[in-house]
């Protein structure tokens, strides 16, 4: 893999001997970028994402958006995006993710700021920030877009250890979005849980559908770009 993700495979080869490994990726604001162009993870701002998440009978509508708003975290100016997570048009997750992709072409991922909301009662259990304390950045999106080894996509000790891996390329998918041929699968999991989940994400576009390991599938609704 190119200069950046290599690092994280030298941390971290075998996903059964990460946990609870310190981690310590390189990270150069100078080898940053201001645009994130990877073919198969793109946020131009302005772009609206709309998803349904179906779990059993229970229907989610999710909507990302990428704002024209950024965050600097580590030196690195990243890009913020907004996810809102509604069932029944009652908000259950309002979260922002902070993302910034290197010149070599992958997309790394900065942390969030995320808050679930049960009844009255709101957790921000999941949020976490690069640099803060032990938590440290990972690749959410390769640059090199074919199947390697595994990838540290976040790392927040005891909280946030999800890892990545691409399994194949060129699939098709079809979701209420239309059909993409085109499209990269990979396999995503925590090492703080059991069981992986699927996603397809195709070119110019980004994910397209999720099959998660519970059942639970998320698909892709609606794009639109800002004009």
């Known amino acids: 893999m190119r200069f950046m993700t290599s690092i994280l495979i030298l941390c971290c080869t075998a996903s059964s001997s990460m946990a609870g490994k310190e981690y310590h990726p390189t990270v150069d604001p100078a080898n940053f970028q201001?645009?994130?162009d990877n073919l198969y993870y793109p946020l131009l701002p302005g772009t609206v994402f709309k998803y349904t998440e179906k779990s059993g009978k229970n229907v989610a509508e999710d909507e990302v958006t990428v704002t024209?708003?950024?965050?600097?975290?580590?030196?690195?100016?990243?890009?913020?995006?907004?996810?809102?997570?509604?069932?029944?048009?009652?908000?259950?997750?309002?979260?922002?993710?902070?993302?910034?992709?290197?010149?070599?072409?992958?997309?790394?991922?900065?942390?969030e700021d995320t808050k679930e909301f049960h009844g009255s009662k709101v957790s921000t259990e999941g949020s976490w920030e690069a640099g803060v304390g032990r938590n440290q950045?990972?690749?959410?999106?390769?640059?090199?877009?074919?199947p390697d080894e595994p990838y540290r996509q976040e790392y927040g000790p005891g909280h946030a250890e999800d890892m990545g891996q691409i399994m194949a390329l060129n699939e098709s998918?079809?979701?209420?979005?239309?059909?993409?041929?085109?499209?990269?699968?990979t396999k995503e999991w925590s090492l703080l849980e059991a069981g992986t989940d699927k996603k397809w994400y195709a070119k110019g576009v980004g994910c397209v559908k999720e099959a998660a390991a519970n059942g639970d599938v998320t698909e892709l609704i609606s794009v639109t770009k800002e004009q």
């Open 173 to 185: 998918v079809t979701v209420p979005a239309g059909t993409y041929k085109d499209c990269m699968r």
């Open 137 to 146: 950045p990972g690749i959410i999106m390769p640059a090199k877009s074919a």
């Open 68 to 111: 024209h708003d950024t965050k600097v975290i580590m030196g690195v100016t990243c890009v913020v995006v907004h996810d809102v997570l509604r069932i029944k048009g009652v908000i259950k997750e309002d979260t922002f993710d902070w993302y910034a992709q290197d010149k070599d072409g992958n997309v790394w991922y900065f942390g």
């Open 34 to 36: 201001a645009t994130i």
